[in-house]
């Protein structure tokens, strides 16, 4: 079974600009997380979707926004890049179901801000 | 607020020289207790969960133990491909959101 995949592995930004990153959850699972992990620092939580809402999001500006597509995949956009955007960025999936309350990680995308 | 602490901050540790792990945590009501392990520039795998205190799995050289208000992970007789960082997190009952907590992970170094 294939897992989480994410896309690019590595992007390299300046200042102000735009950055996309990509997510495919395991098959299957229909909830999708993103995350932030900065150096040094632990995992925060950015926004959570599930059958292609947003149901939650942590305490980031609305400059960090996305969306997940019918086939559950999931974006992440990172508008007016700042230098301390810089990070490790995760996206995790969950199946469906209560009984299910684990998350699977992808490889991340690490993003740098110049 | 949900809070995970995790200590050591850091562990060395010599091959075969068993040592824990510790996670103290405060939640409303716990769902889930979760370890994972995560190599450097890469994601965190998914070793274990627990649910209630007194619960212990095991997987390898690895036990997680469970308790009200902590949960330790054992590692016996580590080698040095155990060497990465070991991360906590909390998920609480209350609400629909599966959003856990982490810690900020114990960085475990095995020397051989």
């Known amino acids: 079974e294939a897992g989480v995949t994410q896309s690019p592995t590595h992007l390299i930004k300046t200042r102000g600009q735009q950055a996309t990153l990509r997510c495919s959850p395991i098959s299957g699972h229909t909830s999708v997380y993103w995350y932030q992990q900065a150096l040094g620092l632990g995992l925060q939580f950015l926004l959570w979707?599930?059958?292609?809402?947003?149901?939650n999001r942590g305490n980031f500006p609305p400059r960090f926004s996305g969306r997940q597509f019918p086939n559950y995949s999931s974006e992440l956009n990172v508008n007016a890049l700042e230098l301390e955007d810089s990070a490790l960025y995760l996206c995790a999936s969950r199946p469906e179901g209560t009984d299910h309350n684990e998350q699977f990680f992808g490889p991340g995308t690490r993003l740098t801000v110049l | 607020e949900d809070q995970v602490t995790q200590s050591p901050e850091a562990l060395r540790l010599q091959e075969g020289e068993s040592s824990s792990l510790n996670c103290s945590y405060t939640v409303s009501g716990l769902r889930g207790l979760f370890w994972y392990r995560q190599d450097p520039g890469k994601g965190p795998e998914f070793l274990f969960t627990?649910?209630?205190a007194g619960e212990e799995k095991e997987k390898e050289r690895l036990k997680a133990t469970l308790t009200k208000k902590e949960s330790f992970l054992h590692i016996t007789a580590p080698k040095p491909e155990d060497s990465a960082t070991y991360l906590c997190a909390v998920q609480a009952s209350s609400g629909g959101s599966y959003i856990p907590t982490f810690g900020r992970g114990t960085s475990l170094i095995v020397h051989p």
């Open positions: 627990l649910y209630s």
């Open positions: 979707y599930d059958e292609g809402e947003e149901r």
